[in-house]
Nanobody
């Protein structure tokens, strides 16, 4: 079954950095825009960042802009989320998904093939 698999989460201190990876099981996923979302305990899932299939355009949530960078290596079937200056409020399970409509909007209803997620915990 085609799927996306996240990795790279962990427990870090405020101010630290982490790099998350989203590995596609099939190369066809590299034809789609990929987005990162997160869900904190007791909160709704929220958009974090997205990148077009070519990697030429990106979209970020205001809360992470300037701290997080999304990129992709289509040859390696992987999308990355570089997270710097992490804050306790960044603590969440992070998921990646493919945008079925070919855009990088922040509406999670437009995304599918969700991965199982990777936990990021930032201590103060």
């Amino acid at each position: 079954q085609a799927q996306l698999v996240e990795s790279g989460g962990g427990l870090v201190q405020a101010g630290d950095s982490l790099r998350l990876s989203c590995r596609a099981s099939e190369h066809i996923f590299m034809m789609y825009p990929i987005g990162w979302f997160r869900r904190a305990p007791g909160k709704e899932r929220e958009f974090v960042a997205a990148v077009t299939a070519s990697g030429g355009s990106t979209n970020y949530a205001g809360s992470v802009r300037g701290r997080f960078t999304i990129s992709r290596d289509n040859a390696g079937d992987t999308v990355y989320l570089e997270m710097n200056s992490l804050r306790p409020e960044d603590t969440a399970v992070y998921h990646c998904a493919a945008n079925k409509f070919g855009n990088i909007q922040d509406d999670d209803n437009q995304y599918g093939y969700w991965g199982q997620g990777t936990q990021v915990t930032v201590s103060s």
